[in-house]
């Protein structure tokens, strides 16, 4: 027999009597597991004395909502013959109103419904002073109007690298720069919007696949797609000063007044300290009959983001306040398949000059990018 093994019987038995008087601070217990057990009791008693008695009657569990529009709210009592003294009713955490008679109902305001997605409805009711069992129903808050629909008009052509698979873009005094993805290709440039060449560039890690780009405060800040994590660059010097980290997936970013904004191809933006890299909000994108998902590159264009939807050939334009969908501009035809290499990818990058209001487009792998003005 393994003697370590006899020695753990040995011991188990030897000590065996004096594990019942110990506690867990290693004390003698004493009186002490009367104690424990009469805290025990209140635990459970309280416990038992919550119950259910109140379910939703409207509205149903996944219901549609719109957005700044009211939603009516019914409970009604599981038994008549135990009604609650009061319920207090909650939208996403913030409490609305206390209802202390029948009938249960009251409306949830339009103007607290002020963010489209998935949104929480919580009813708390009290029994004798004691708090019971809440019900719970989610309803998903859509756009309270259609999308504008847009088309566009090529102002002018400009050259574009066939080696830069576009991932993020901006434009700041006369510079366009740019972040192109594929592992062993990643990099950040600057690049001259007449010839399309890159004035400098830092190529990064290998194993690294970069992602979009936004400037903020002199510095620019640049994700990668699936590693969580990115680097911060000084502009004037395109010297790397810091790393960032995040918990997605990394897809494009642009910047909102203090804040950089990050999509991650699903239908949600993540609002970050540009100093912490914190996330402090997000945002759920839905228009008014369905969620927009594929967000990919970024720009912040006179109080809308705007986004690239993956696979497409359309652009989304966001509230940045809401989540909400203001329109879609229609880009098919801007680059025809005839005049493409075979290694051309998709429509994917979007750069504004706030200057002179010049709205720039281009595509992975794309040899032109193209000055547009959007029509209606």
Not at 77 to 89: G, T
Not at 160 to 169: K, R
Not at 295 to 315: F, H, Q, R, V
Request: charged residues 25%; proline residues 4%; negative net charge.
């Amino acid at each position: 027999m393994n003697n370590k093994f006899t020695m753990n019987i040995f011991s188990f038995f030897f000590l065996l009597p004096f594990a019942w008087n110990i506690s867990c601070s290693g004390r003698p217990a004493g009186n002490s597991g009367g104690t424990v057990k009469a805290e025990t009791a209140k635990v459970t008693e309280a416990v038992a004395q919550a119950y259910d008695i109140v379910r939703f009657v409207t509205p149903t569990n996944n219901a549609n909502a719109k957005l700044n529009q009211p939603v009516e709210i019914e409970l009604k009592a599981i038994s008549a013959d135990n009604l609650p003294d009061s319920v207090s009713i909650f939208f996403e955490g913030s409490y609305v109103v206390t209802l202390k008679s029948e009938p249960l109902k009251c409306v949830v305001d339009g103007n607290i419904i002020t963010t489209t997605g998935r949104k929480s409805l919580r009813a708390i009711p009290y029994k004798e002073g004691k708090q019971q069992s809440q019900a719970t129903r989610f309803l998903t808050v859509f756009a309270d109007q259609a999308p504008k629909r847009y088309g566009y008009r090529v102002v002018r052509s400009y050259p574009h690298d066939t080696n830069a698979f576009t991932q993020g873009l901006f434009f700041d005094n006369g510079l366009l720069y740019e972040s192109t993805g594929l592992e062993t290709r990643s990099s950040l440039r600057e690049v001259e919007l007449e010839t399309g060449k890159p004035i400098r560039q830092v190529n990064i890690d290998p194993t690294l696949f970069g992602e979009g780009i936004t400037l903020y405060d002199g510095r620019i800040f640049q994700i990668t797609w699936k590693n969580k994590v990115g680097f911060v660059y000084d502009k004037e010097s395109f010297r790397q000063i810091s790393r960032i980290y995040y918990s997605t997936e990394g897809w494009g970013l642009t910047t909102v007044g203090n804040r950089i904004v990050l999509s991650d191809g699903t239908n949600t933006l993540y609002f970050h300290d540009p100093e912490t890299f914190a996330v402090v909000s997000k945002l759920e994108v839905y228009d008014d009959v369905k969620q927009v998902d594929n967000l990919n590159e970024l720009e912040y264009i006179e109080g809308e983001i705007w986004a690239n939807i993956w696979l497409t050939d359309e652009i989304v334009r966001i509230d940045p306040v809401s989540g909400k969908v203001n329109g879609y501009i229609d880009l098919r035809g801007i680059f025809p398949q005839s005049e493409r290499n075979p290694e051309a990818d998709v429509l994917n990058g979007i750069a504004y000059d706030k200057d002179t209001k010049r709205i720039f487009v281009t595509g992975k792998l794309w040899s032109k990018l193209f000055e547009i003005v959007i029509t209606e």
